[in-house]
Structures are given as C-alpha cells and as structure tokens.
C-alpha cells in the first residue's frame, strides 16, 4: 500500500488536480490520499491557506471577512466548475465554514478549512472515500502528535477501499481544531503511512525531489537520489523547506521509506529518504537566515554551576529559543531567530542579564543567517576547509564555524545579505567537479 501526499502546489488548481488523478489511476497500490490546501497558482498567487488566515484576523478585529471569502469561495468554485462537477459540489460545505469563521471560530478553524475543503472536493472527484481527521488525530502541545492518531485512523480504514484525507489539522485532546505549523501537511501523510503501515510515502510537490540547494536560488544545484532520514531533517533544520522538519518522526521508528516526487514530472524518480547513503560527503548545503546572536562573557563562566541554566531560562522569559549554540573560553554565544524579539525592549533584556548575572560583556546583533554543510562523515572529508576557503575568495566573513554535536552538519555563520551568495559560491565549489 502507498501514501501519497499531495502538496499546495500539486491541488492548486482544478489541471493540477487532474494530474493527481493521473498519477494515482497508474499504479493500483496508491489508494491512500493526503491533501494541501490549494496553493499557489503562479508566483504571486495567493496561498487559499493565507487566505483563511486573514479572514480569521479580520473577524478577530470586527471586520467582516466577506470580501475576502469571497476570494476563497471561487478558488473553489473554479476548482469544482473544472473538475467537472459543478458549484453545487462545494457551496454548501463554504457556506457553513464562512458562517463559522464569521462567527468567530478562530485561526485554527480557518486555516484548517483550507484542506478540509479541499479534500472533500478531491474526494468527490475521484469517487474516494473522506477522512475527517478531527475524529482521529489528536495533536497535543507543540504539534506533539498523541500516539492514538495511528490507531485512530487505522480504524476507519478498510482493506481494499480508496480515501482522501486533509493534511494539517487534526483536534487537540480537548476537542479543538488544532492545526500543525505552516506546510504541516507533510505531517499529516506521514501519520497516514504509519497508521496502516504503508510500503513507501511518496510525497509528490513541485520540484523532482530534494536538491542539493533551493533549486529556485541556486544553479548548481542537482537532486540528491537518497538521503538518511537523519540527513533530511538536518538539511530542514537548516532551511531545505521541502519537507517539514517535523515530519520524519511517524515514519523513521518503524522504516517507512520517503519518495518525494515532481507531481509536474512523475516520470522522475525523486529522492528516496530511508537508509543511510554508502558514500561519505557534503550531499546538501542549505541556508537558513532571519537570525541573531547574542554573545555573553564573564572571567570563570564556567566555573559558576548552573549560570549557563539561568541565562537561558531567563531568555526564555523574554520568548527566546536558541536553535545553536556555540562555547568559548569564558563566553558564550547564542543563535536564535529574530522574529522572537521583535516585540521586546532588547536594551532593557541585555542590561537585565549583564546585571543579574554580573557578566563582563553582553552583546546582541541582529542579521545572521546559518549555512548547513549537511552529509555523511562531514567531519572526516574536510569539505568544509573548500568551503571556508570559498567564502574568503568571495569575501563572505563567517560570524562563527561549528561541526555541531551531530556529525552530520557543519555550521557556519554568515551575515544575512550573504546567504545565497554563500550557498552558490559553496556549492559550486563542492558540487561542480
Ligand atoms: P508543497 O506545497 O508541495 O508541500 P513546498 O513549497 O512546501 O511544496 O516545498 C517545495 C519547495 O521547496 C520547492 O518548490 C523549492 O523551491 C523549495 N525548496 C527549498 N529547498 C529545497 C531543496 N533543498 N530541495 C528541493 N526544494 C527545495
Ligand atoms: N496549507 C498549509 C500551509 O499552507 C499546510 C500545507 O500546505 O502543508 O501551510
Ligand atoms: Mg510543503
């Protein structure tokens, strides 16, 4: 049995819908549906997603979203109208939602809509059954995904027969639509292809599988045939947006190998996600920017136990999360995403954890971006030596170099308006032989 997640751009439209149907009617084993929201159309399209976003926040701020549903009631009625099947397929099922998000639903709701309509059209139009996954997966804290989801949605699945199922939301153990974060319903299929343990996962976008660097920004890039489960994640971690990063864990405790495929090309092969590679090496290098660095030192740090704790639980309280850290002698420097302090006093944090602390130097700067040499043994094929050396012939100055704690990624800090820059020059260089 195959799952296969259709991403944002594979549903946008009803063309693109009907070259899901193609995919699906030529191999008997996909019988097994997960679908996005529609997505965009042409570059400057509105996401539907982003759509139901802005109307909730209206309604949060008493204004009538009726102009922009209306948006959204015909990209479904465009998408029905070509799918052969009519407005009367979907206008039922768009009014109660507009009713609810008028009626002050919330954020979760809307967003949630933009699948849940979506795939109730799909459905329809390829005579599959419908999932509703509010009645079976339940996403707690943190998009924690509760164990029962699996056992939930087995148990409205027969053998033999076909379904369509929305990505993105399910309920919270209370009983809420509960959304997972942005391009969750990668999520969503992974649950799916857990739950009745599915041969392969296929999750079919826009691109020929996972390259190795955003194919929109970088020309050397080439797509990688196999990845470990472990690299993928990292290579997310680290700005691949292509698959989310949350979405390994269903599958990776019990094998289900990832096939992501071109759903515009579905004669590629695409990249396989399972296994470790044989060959060691940098396979991809991914930049992730919007970040800043604060940078703490005082004389015998280290000697004082449980400083390092303190800081970060009082950062913490100011709503910052690190994502890397890096040690020095007597010093500390800390990578977070800017975004996190966008609402704060930073001048008033900095002077409160300088005297708390009684540290000799604080420093907060803002414009970092992070580039992940991601692969096999990257330490042991001292890739990362061309790499640097790269970055000094192109004049991009590293804020900071780390092999990190995994073995699989090399850190390098980069002044943001240098990450594409650093991602082409670096893959070319490692890449292009
Ligand atoms: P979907 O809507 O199908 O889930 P996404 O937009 O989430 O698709 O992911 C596909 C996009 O990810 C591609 O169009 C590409 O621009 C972007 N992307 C970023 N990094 C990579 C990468 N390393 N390999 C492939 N695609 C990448
Ligand atoms: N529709 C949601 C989003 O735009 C989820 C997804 O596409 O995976 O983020
Ligand atoms: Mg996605």
Redesign the pocket.
């Known amino acids: 049995m195959k799952v296969c997640k259709f ?4 549903v946008a439209d009803a063309s693109q819908i009907k070259k899901v149907k193609a995919i699906l009617d030529c191999d008997k084993e996909r019988t097994i549906v997960v679908v ?1 929201a529609p ?1 965009k159309r042409f570059s400057g399209d509105e996401k539907v997603t982003d759509m139901l976003l802005s109307c909730a926040e209206m309604v949060q701020k008493g204004i009538s979203s009726k102009d922009k549903f209306e948006e959204v009631k015909n990209r479904y009625r465009d998408i029905a109208e070509g799918l052969g099947l009519g407005r009367d397929a979907i206008d039922g099922d768009l009014e109660i939602v507009y009713k609810k998000i008028e009626s002050g639903a919330g954020r979760d709701y809307a967003a949630s809509r933009g699948e849940h309509l979506n795939a109730k059209l799909i459905s329809k139009y390829l005579g599959w059954n419908y999932i509703e996954t509010e009645e079976c997966i339940v996403i707690g804290e943190n998009n924690k995904i509760d164990s029962e989801s699996y056992s939930n949605l087995a148990s409205l699945i027969e053998n033999g027969k076909k379904y369509v199922i929305p990505g993105f939301y399910g309920r919270s153990p209370s009983g809420e639509v509960r959304c997972f974060s942005r ?1 969750g ?2 999520i969503t299929g992974a649950i799916a292809a857990r739950a009745v343990m599915a041969d392969i996962y296929e999750n ?4 020929s ?8 920004f970088v020309k050397s ?1 080439h797509v990688i045939p196999a990845l470990s489960y472990k690299m993928v994640r990292e ?1 997310s971690e680290v ?4 698959f989310h990063e949350e979405a390994i864990a269903p599958v990776v405790e019990v094998n289900i190998p990832i096939n992501i495929r071109n759903t515009n090309c579905p004669e590629d092969a695409g990249t396989i996600i399972g296994k470790e590679p044989e060959e060691k090496g940098v396979v ?1 290098v ?1 930049a992730k920017g919007g970040l800043s660095k604060i940078y703490v030192r005082k004389l015998m740090f280290f000697k004082e136990s449980g400083i390092r704790h303190k800081i970060l639980s009082l950062m913490h309280i100011y709503g910052i999360k690190p994502c890397y850290t890096l040690y020095g002698c007597d010093s500390i420097s800390w990578y977070f995403e800017t975004k996190q302090i966008e609402n704060i006093d930073t001048d008033e944090m900095c002077s409160r954890i300088q005297s708390e602390f009684s540290l000799d130097e604080i420093e907060l700067k803002k414009g970092f971006a992070v580039v992940g040499l991601v692969g096999k043994g990257v330490e042991e094929t001292m890739e990362y030596v061309d790499a640097l050396d790269e970055l000094r012939k192109n004049n991009i100055e590293p804020s900071s170099v780390s092999l990190g704690g995994s073995y699989t990624t090399f850190v390098i800090g980069v002044p943001e308006e240098r990450k594409l820059d650093a991602v082409n020059c670096i893959s070319e260089r490692l890449f292009i032989k």
């Open positions: 991403g944002g751009s594979s996005s997505g391009g319903s990668d079919w976008t826009d691109v599988g996972v390259y190795s660097s955003d194919p929109r890039a290579l700005g691949a947006s292509v991809g991914s």
